[in-house]
């Protein structure tokens, strides 16, 4: 951590600053002083610093982080990429395209077991579904609760597909049990203290990207997670806000490589969510797979024109078969590639 | 609710969806048959249904909503302002200025006291203070929790503020019993399970626009507090996230008037948290009110650079002193010019 | 396009207004009287009309357009791809992949050749070189200017690639008149006086993105050149801002499929400028291929170190080599798979 | 400038590096050797060096200024406010409110002349009105070009108000060479050639923020004008782009006091096309007044609902008679104040 001092601090001053961050963090502090301003350098584990505290002190100019304030995240710390294992022996991050599948909303038995067919049949290791979902309005379909996740249960039984499922509230941790992996949506990012729960657990955790956060940030997010011992993370991409209107979100390609960069972690992509409009989950899967993403999350619905939610973005099984067929054929060519 | 068919639909597509708009949502369905394409008027209660569904439909080509999708938080029925009245009498939404101040974080008795009675002393009417912090980063201070209410509880007895402090999780409900006015940040603003669990209460909510919300959704989130029979809900303006980087947030100050014209319920404007920035805050506080607002929230705290949080932005009880008789003065001209 | 009237409209003012929109438009008007409002629908040719300006009318709630405003550029009216084809044979959106690489700046002969006669070793098709730069600040380079344009054409002497060069004022058109595309910055997108004097041109313009443009703004763009009568217009998606500050900008990679949705223009993709960083290049240049791009412009220093300028997103030609080796491959399995 | 260098940098790289900083920049460098990494300070002016040279460096893992890299702007070095006084004696900056009002487009001499007697009576100092208009769409109103000039001239004469009006081309000058305050509209703010063209007259500049530009580039914009030694001008905060869609632009209200801060130029508030919404523009001058900006400028036109552009944003000459009122009153209030 650098730290620039304010031009007419005095040496007073800098003194006692220096030797309270000694004090307070131990670190040790490397003075530099120039003609205009005193700059400080921090050695040692300065992610417990919090740099805007530092920021407030009256004799503080300016202050840059060198060291990312991630941790467990961080791939300097872990350069192997992370593989996760499931019971059943599916991966994610081992090299190979996982691909996740299912309607927005589970809504009944017919359709998930159905869609949960025909997603494994095209390929797809996993079976999503949605049984809390969140929705702007208070009037709109809240989800099936309980019932749909029982419902996702019948369809894993049916097919042998573990399922993934996003959590809403750490009041419905108990009927999660079961789960297989655990999903947080985009809204919920950054509440900590869901996190904070689903950090005590020892299963798999679908982090989605929040609407509007950094890659830092979503970084941070898992470092909650993993900081409560639980090292299953896996990132997702969904889109971010922009001011584009043509889509409801804006795919931020680049943070594929990039996460894959600074951290270790599995990184999926959802082409659904970051578009809003089915006949771009193709282009933006197959561009999510060409910049090195390990999975995707796509929304297939029986019948999108009647889903109770999302239909807009979600494949047919058929369309859903087309996709999965070009993606995993061009995952294959660029792993030989590589 | 105003639907673009497809141009390629035929008759018997036409009338089956209309068909089945009518059947669905009671709603009475006109149309326009033009040269292109069909255009469908739905007359009736639109705010049930919901436009992605719509949009999803293989017949739509687009919808355009002419209602809005909130109804309780909805100035068109509710002409007259909101004013919530607290039972020691205070009120927000009357035409007078509110003062919400306090530090970011509650850290000591001696310290929250202290800065109740200088808050109080220069004018404001109520004390904020954190006791549960949502921080992006697992190794900072996350706030002193159930004793942190306590002191806060401590400061109200010693000034007769009453008190609004931010809560992060319905499993901390039990908690917030006592509490004055519930805060819920700009993080938990589609945390739609806690304000669903709000929506029960029967006391004042203090909702936080999110960092990346637009003023719709922030409308519709009052809706779900609303829609649970609590109508005490106050809109907070503080800042959304833009690419400018030289401000934490930038302030949306025409979310003001626009709030104020479109909802009845009480608005107020964070100038804190909206620049990050101490010297920013009397000037933005300053157009909030010149804009139209109920109130402001503003960071006090009794040694900045030593709080425990989000010290670059609190202001001292003597600049806050300073702040308050500006914004009261102008505050007190511009009510009587208008 | 469709109107939606106000509430109150009277009769007589709805006539009113229907009469004007007939006479001055030349459109068919058809009104829908609804319960709550009265909505009209013109039909002919509505690109001319001003959205704005229909807005702007006292009895005028809302407008929405069903087509778009853009008539040269829409693939509506052209449905095939446009192929550009330069006096050399090179084409531009026949299904081939074209890379145009080379250095941000022009800096000496022996720079700029060596980089042609490398980046054409590799497949390039096109050289691209800067002469007039535009940069943040008066005190940065510049660029060499006329004699930049000069090196350019020895380069292209020299290894008989067709050059590409930005020009950033009508005051410099005589200078590129053996320019084979004329390059038009993103901060130039909206410099209306620019593209009007492009369109008297009958050479292929390259057409960036602006920095924070929309979709359909860009397209308007390529209508404006369009509108003059040169319809060799090739678009180029370059990042946008955003709040994420990891990248330098970021790459709206749905814009690919997008554009090539909405018109029948070529759709180029600058991964070095969309990241600003060199090691992103060959990820986001993947991404695009598989997303559909018909090009990529690519950012090739001999000494990315001493560029003299956006060094910090060039490749070195051993780079690029390996970037334009893995892009032609996948470009040609996505072709034989589609 | 402080540069921190990559972890694995030998002493020779670090010593290379540092001697070619010394050279060519004439700067004083104190190297500081940190347990992880090397930190370099350089001393002097920095303004000169290209940031982005300096991270493209191989052993550069990144930097950050200290220094602002605007000079002439730069309040540091202009602690006074500048003052800018036309010939008629009219001032801007000097602590007093000063008003540019005025249509849109130019339309008629009849148009021209009423608005400009009305805005004078209302307190309006100067005259806007646009002759080259940038559009969108090449089929929009582009404006009557030196006709309107001609026309505003005539206004002038009527009234004796100054006149503003906007310049799109550097082929355009000789045109304006009477026109008292030349505008570069938000489209144009990095067109550094028309910057620099601007920079050689000796007139003031309304230099007004880009569409999704930072205040650095804004106030960088600033120094390419004043760096050809024309010094008068003026700022113009005139909306943002972000994700919300209720306004046209996001007024950021926080850029008035960072302008004056970070400058010594004065700042002026377009409330207008910040908001695109007449209803808009009152609460938003009155926030700019009260935020300390030196100047508004607003659009009037006699009949908005006939406007050839922007007539969505115009106040009638009886709405601005209001605004206006209504802001002298807070400035003058404000002022005593202070």
Excluded at 4 to 15: H, I, M
Excluded at 118 to 131: E, H, I, S, T, W
Aim: aromatic letters at 6%; proline letters at 5%; one cysteine or more.
């Amino acid at each position: 951590m650098i730290i620039v001092l304010k031009p007419d601090c005095t040496a007073a001053q800098v003194k006692s600053f220096t030797d309270s961050l000694t004090e307070e963090y131990k670190v040790k502090v490397n003075t530099w002083v120039g003609t205009h301003s005193t700059v400080l350098g921090l050695i040692g584990d300065t992610s417990v610093i919090d740099i805007e505290y530092i920021a407030a002190q009256d004799v503080v100019d300016s202050v840059k982080r060198v060291q990312e304030p991630y941790k467990k995240a961080n791939r300097k710390f872990h350069p192997d990429n992370t593989v996760i294992t499931l019971p059943g022996g599916q991966k994610i991050g081992d090299g190979n395209l996982c691909i996740m599948a299912g309607p927005c909303s589970v809504e009944t038995e017919e359709q998930i077991c159905y869609v949960a067919e025909r997603v494994k049949a095209a390929g797809a290791q996993f079976l999503r579904g949605g049984a809390f979902k969140p929705r702007t309005s208070p009037y709109a379909f809240q989800g099936l609760h309980a019932s749909g996740l029982e419902l996702l249960r019948k369809a894993r039984e049916h097919t042998g597909l573990p399922i993934v499922t996003e959590i809403m509230s750490t009041a419905h941790l108990p009927l999660f049990e079961d789960v297989d992996i655990i999903q947080v949506g985009a809204r919920n990012m950054q509440n900590f203290e869901l996190l904070k729960e689903l950090g005590k657990l020892r299963k798999p955790i679908l982090l989605k990207r929040g609407l509007a956060n950094t890659i830092e940030e979503t970084l941070m997010s898992a470092e909650y997670i993993m900081a409560g011992g639980n090292e299953q993370v896996i990132l997702c991409e969904r889109g971010i806000r922009t001011y584009e209107t043509y889509t409801r979100n804006t795919l931020d390609i680049s943070a594929v490589p990039i996460f894959k960069k600074l951290s270790h972690l599995p990184v999926i992509v959802d082409p659904s969510h970051a578009s809003g409009i089915a006949s771009l989950v193709e282009p933006l899967a197959m561009a999510a797979v060409a910049a090195g993403a390990d999975g995707l999350m796509i929304e297939v619905h029986n019948n999108p024109a009647k889903a109770l939610s999302d239909g807009a973005q979600s494949l047919t099984p058929d369309q859903f078969d087309h996709v999965a067929k070009r993606v995993f054929a061009a995952a294959k060519v660029l792993k030989e590639d590589m």
